[in-house]
């Protein structure tokens, strides 16, 4: 039994996974941001001698460009 749409060669997986594409990496773009915000924060605060301050502001930022272009990628896939 094939899918509807697949005219019984794959495309329809095909298609699928084109679709899906851009969306497989969200998660690991999400934990990368992060973790270079983090790791940004901490270096910076070694450099300056303020403990917790950059460290912070660094997962702040990190995670505020993840979302960003987290909702940017999803938002995209809806128009389609």
């Known amino acids: 039994m094939t899918p509807p749409g ?3 060669s794959g495309r329809g ?3 699928g996974l ?3 594409a851009p969306l497989l990496g969200l998660g690991t773009t999400l ?4 973790l270079a915000g ?9 450099r300056v001698g303020s403990r917790p301050l ?7 930022l990190g995670l505020a460009a993840g979302l960003y272009y987290f909702f940017k990628t999803v ?3 809806t128009k389609r």
């Open 6 to 8: 697949s005219r019984g």
């Open 75 to 77: 938002a995209g896939q």
């Open 38 to 46: 983090l790791g940004g924060g901490y270096w910076l605060d070694g």
């Open 54 to 60: 950059f460290l912070l502001l660094g997962g702040t």
């Open 31 to 34: 934990a990368v941001t992060v």
């Open 18 to 20: 084109r679709d899906a």
């Open 13 to 15: 997986f095909a298609n």
